[in-house]
């Protein structure tokens, strides 16, 4: 598969088979997020694997919105070093996109946990304490999002899209 194919292919998917991943593939998968660009190519991000099925359930409970990720075979929590960069939710943000699209490449479900929330920083406070303190991450570290990742139980229609000419435009902005 490639890039674009992978691109076309993507789709959230929140409902798992009971399949072990296999340990390359996780492994690849996090080496996707390892060598996604950085600002100055500073490590202003870091990746936590997740496959215990009790801390799954634990951190499923993190948002009322990811209920889903107690059915995951695996999930990849990416955080973000503020303190290391400013360019910190960036670089996190391109990591989660390069994480789903290798999750995607074999054959994976992946869906997007945000826990980092940018407009109330008390409801981003108590979601990212909350993985914080499950999973032991040092206070300076920010939560950006939790990947729940596993072999889907059904491939989910695609979405529909908005015209493409009223996300796209050249040269200009277009009114």
């Keep these: 598969m490639d890039v674009f194919e992978a691109i076309q292919n993507r789709r959230e998917v929140t409902k798992y088979l009971d399949k072990p991943i296999p340990k390359d593939q996780l492994e690849q998968i996090l080496n996707a997020g390892y060598l996604a660009p950085a600002g100055n190519n500073l490590p202003s991000r870091e990746f936590i694997l997740v496959q215990k099925p009790e801390i799954l359930q634990h951190l499923s409970k993190a948002t009322p919105f990811m209920p889903w990720l107690e059915g995951a075979q695996a999930a990849i929590v990416i955080t973000g070093r503020p303190e290391v ?73 695609a979405k529909a899209q908005l015209p493409r000419e009223t996300i796209i435009h050249y040269d200009q902005f277009q009114k």
């Design 85 to 157: 960069s400013k360019y910190w939710l960036q670089d996190a943000s391109i990591a989660s996109g390069f994480i789903w699209l290798q999750s995607t490449e074999f054959g994976l479900g992946a869906a997007f946990g945000a826990i980092y929330h940018a407009e109330d920083a008390a409801e981003s406070a108590k979601r990212e304490n909350y993985v914080l303190e499950a999973l032991s991450i040092p206070e300076d570290r920010r939560i950006v999002a939790i990947l729940g990742l596993g072999y889907p139980e059904e491939q989910p229609p």
